[in-house]
């Protein structure tokens, strides 16, 4: 026993040592350790690190692709506009108008919109199941939005809206929006080709993701285009391969126009992967016609690109002459199946009639793909959990409405066509009063929620941007900010042939606002073209 403890004395005693030297040995290198001793911490040595220590994130230090890339829509001229929401609300005589009118963004329930009362419906009973088994229930709810949430709550695992789910979705929605998608265009549709996704801008990240490998890898995209393209593409390290819209045809898709730019940047040694369409067009507004898509669909099959068609619009058109056909509906229509050509397909529930932009539900599908590649997509998904549960009932529901006989019907349907003639209207006005501008041309609006008016401004007015060193469109918008209150995007900020200008303009402030939108808009452009005439 006593050389037990002899033997564990001479070990602790030895360890003591061996550390006390090893600390010694740190203490007198040019390494050290940060520490909390007196000596450590005294004023001149923090005095003199602190001066010559640069801060750690800068715009010299950060991703440089996030200074690279833009959103307009959100861009500067928003900025001010919050800016002066401000300074009304704490002093509202300040300037010489009441409001901001926010004509920047499709973002509809902002601006008044009120929501399709049966979704809503379900959604509160799917987040609070409790009150499905109380007798008042029956009296506020509408009797095909409670049996929708026991239907819905049924394919949730647990009945638990607060849960994480399956990566790609509940299946359960993903067989509803596929059977809707399916009753959409004519041909079967595969839940599991589905990915649900919070709105459809996760979904098109996801696919730059995948496609961009480096800035060798270029995008087919439209000019003008939805800012989301050129900002997911340069935050991915690829390139955009632009092509112009014709807006003397109504911003028409010219297929030789698309050859021209893939050749050209396939001279430039790029390898173009995908080709993007907007249909209905952001911000342009036009619906293509179908034989237009046949051409579109045999060019991407013919130049092995990736079709990524964004059909978040499909149910704003506005002209009886035109009507949304799906890229699957029409590439399935010509005999194309799976094997023929790569399409993702995007939607969202923050456009349409239903304009739950605040919810952040939408989905892609995903045909065409190996799958190798498919178990890819589904990794990147995955490292995102899953998208939240209301936006995925809200994606299922837009897909699967009432129906003829359902209690909710007459009220769905007059709330769903209210909203869409009052757009159509509303579209219509405000088109005919730019066209009443000196100097202003604008292409009808078939369908999505914007006009992008062109706009000839006069050379005095555009030596007055560079001045103040603004893109002219900019100047524009900015200056009519400033004299009325109303928020455009300038079209530069989207992308337009060089030496044109534009701007655009939503038609989502409500019916009974637009006039006062026309008049002040009237009223600023005389002064502004007055001002820079001759």
Same mark, same amino acid.
């Given at each position: ?5 002899? @033997? ?6 030895? !360890? ?9 040995? *740190? ?23 602190? !001066? ?40 509202? &005589? #300040?300037?010489?108008? /009441? ?5 920047? *963004? @499709? ?75 399916? =009753? ?13 996704? &919070?709105? =459809? ?12 490998? !480096?800035?060798?890898? @270029? ?9 989301? $393209? ?10 955009? +391969?632009? $092509?112009?819209?014709? /807006? ?38 036009? +619906? ?20 990524? =068609?964004?059909? +978040? ?40 009639? $239903? ?64 909203? %869409? ?9 405000? /088109?005919? #009063?730019?066209?009443? %501008? /000196? ?10 929620? $914007?006009?992008?008016?062109?706009? &000839? ?29 109303? +928020?455009?995007?300038?079209? !530069? ?42």
């Amino acid at each position: 026993m006593r050389r037990f403890v002899i @033997g564990s004395a001479r070990n602790l005693i030895e !360890s003591s040592r061996q550390k006390y030297q090893f600390e010694r040995s *740190i203490l007198s290198s040019p390494y050290r350790f940060l520490s909390s001793s007196p000596a450590a911490d005294s004023p001149s040595s923090s005095s003199s690190s602190s !001066s010559t220590m640069a801060h750690p994130v800068s715009l010299n230090t950060i991703n440089p692709k996030v200074i690279e890339c833009e959103y307009a829509v959100r861009g500067e001229i928003v900025t001010l506009a919050q800016k002066l929401q401000e300074e009304i609300q704490t002093k509202p &005589d #300040a300037h010489p108008f /009441e409001e901001i009118l926010y004509c920047n *963004i @499709g973002n509809p329930q902002s601006l008044g919109q009120q929501p399709i009362t049966f979704f809503r419906e379900v959604l509160a009973l799917c987040d609070h199941p409790a009150i499905l088994d109380k007798s008042e229930t029956q009296g506020l709810f509408s009797a095909d939005s409670i049996e929708r949430a026991w239907q819905i709550l049924d394919q949730i695992p647990g009945r638990a809206t607060g849960a994480y789910s399956h990566s790609q979705g509940i299946k359960g929605l993903r067989d509803t929006i596929a059977a809707g998608i399916e =009753a959409r265009d004519g041909f079967p549709a595969d839940p599991n080709d589905i990915f649900l996704t &919070d709105g =459809a801008s996760p979904a098109v990240h996801m696919m730059m993701q995948l496609l961009i490998r !480096s800035e060798k890898d @270029g995008i087919l995209c439209p000019i003008p285009q939805y800012p989301l $393209y050129s900002a997911s593409i340069a935050l991915h390290g690829g390139t955009l +391969v632009p $092509y112009y819209l014709d /807006e003397a045809t109504g911003w028409g898709l010219e297929v030789s126009e698309l050859k021209k730019q893939l050749e050209t940047s396939r001279s430039k040694g790029i390898t173009v992967r995908a080709l993007v369409v907007i249909n209905p067009g952001n911000p342009t507004g036009q +619906v293509l016609a179908e034989e237009n898509q046949k051409a579109i669909v045999e060019f991407c099959k013919q130049e092995g690109l990736v079709l990524l =068609a964004d059909e +978040v619009y499909q149910e704003n058109v506005y002209v009886p002459e035109k009507k949304f056909h799906s890229f699957k509906k029409v590439s399935r229509s010509m005999g194309y199946g799976e094997k023929d050509i790569a399409l993702v397909s995007f939607q969202s529930v923050s456009k349409g009639y $239903y304009g739950e932009c605040g919810k952040r539900g939408g989905y892609m599908e995903v045909t065409g793909f190996g799958a190798d590649v498919r178990e890819q997509i589904y990794k990147v998904a995955s490292v995102n959990l899953c998208s939240n549960i209301s936006g995925q009932i809200l994606a299922s529901l837009v897909m699967s409405p009432p129906k003829v006989g359902d209690e909710s019907y007459e009220s769905y349907s007059a709330e769903r066509d209210g909203i %869409l003639s009052s757009l159509a209207r509303r579209a219509k006005t405000l /088109e005919d #009063a730019f066209n009443k %501008l /000196e100097g202003v041309t604008c292409n009808k609006a078939e369908g999505a929620m $914007y006009l992008f008016p062109r706009i &000839d401004l006069p050379e005095k007015a555009i030596k007055a941007a560079e001045a103040a060193k603004k893109a002219p469109d900019a100047y524009y918008c900015q200056r009519l900010l400033a004299a009325t209150g109303i +928020v455009f995007v300038p079209g !530069s900020g989207f992308g337009q042939v060089p030496g044109t200008w534009h701007f655009r303009c939503t038609i989502l402030p409500q019916e009974e606002k637009i006039p006062a939108i026309v008049t002040r808009l009237t009223d600023f452009h005389k002064s502004f073209m007055d001002e820079f005439r001759g």
